[in-house]
């Protein structure tokens, strides 16, 4: 598919960009009108990186002939085992680490052109934790039981996910046992929950434990301002 129209402009854009040249030199007439050699400029991108479990924009090509026609040409992407993937809106699902390949095909002067980008996609994103809140208070004295949390990723199953707790009071690692700790202090504990892919991308997520002292007033001021539960 080709359309006239004085875009050479659209060249040293595209160069400007780092993206990979082709010129394919025919002789004879190609549409544009007059005779002699016409010149077909095709640029696509040589090599672009991807993020998997995400979708990735393919990027158009610059395929524009010397007496200014401009071409568009048709596109598919494959996957490492050659299987094509569906491209909607310009877009493909990037399901996998590995390597996809962007096959651009152009007709000109009764011959297929064809050039390729190759997309290396990765997993570099961090697991995602969620908990129900940030910070809690909690009378001191008693015993914490630790919240679950939930856990997302962008590629490897939950049930692979490495997963962690850590409790720590001024610094110091606190026991934990049958998933709950001891409040024997009052002050700030910081419960630590981590989880690594099998990528090794590690993401944390914190919840502030806040024990204050038992005294009737304190209890009290804590119940009502910040919904915390007598626990005795």
């Known amino acids: ?17 780092g ?13 544009s009108g007059s005779g002699g050699s016409v010149t077909l400029d095709f640029e696509v991108a040589a090599e672009l990186t991807a993020e998997v479990g995400n979708y990735f924009s393919v990027p158009d090509a610059n395929c524009i002939d010397s007496a200014g026609n401009m071409y568009f040409p048709k596109v598919q992407v494959l996957n490492a085992a050659g299987e094509e993937v569906l491209v909607e809106d310009s877009r493909f699902f990037v399901l996998d680490v590995g390597e996809y390949r962007i096959r651009y095909s152009v007709e000109f002067d009764g011959e297929e052109i064809v050039k390729e980008t190759i997309v290396r996609s990765s997993d570099t994103a961090q697991p995602v934790i969620e908990l129900e809140r940030a910070e ?16 997302s990723d962008n590629y490897t ?3 692979d996910l490495k997963t962690g707790v850590n409790v720590s009071f001024g610094g ?25 892919d099998g990528a090794g991308n590690v993401g944390s997520a914190r919840l502030t434990v806040n024990s204050f002292a038992r005294e ?3 209890l009290s001021y804590f119940n009502r301002e910040f919904g915390a539960e007598n626990t005795e």
């Open 1 to 17: 598919m080709k359309k006239t129209g004085a875009l050479a402009g659209l060249v040293a854009g595209f160069a400007a960009l």
């Open 19 to 31: 993206l990979a040249a082709f010129n394919v030199s025919v002789d004879g007439d190609s549409g």
């Open 136 to 151: 809690v208070y909690t009378p001191q004295g008693s015993e914490y039981i630790i919240p679950e949390a939930e856990y």
């Open 157 to 159: 199953p939950v049930s």
């Open 172 to 196: 110091e690692t606190v026991d934990v046992e049958d998933g709950k700790f001891s409040l024997s202090e009052a002050g700030e504990y910081v419960v630590e929950y981590t989880a690594e």
């Open 216 to 218: 009737e007033g304190n």
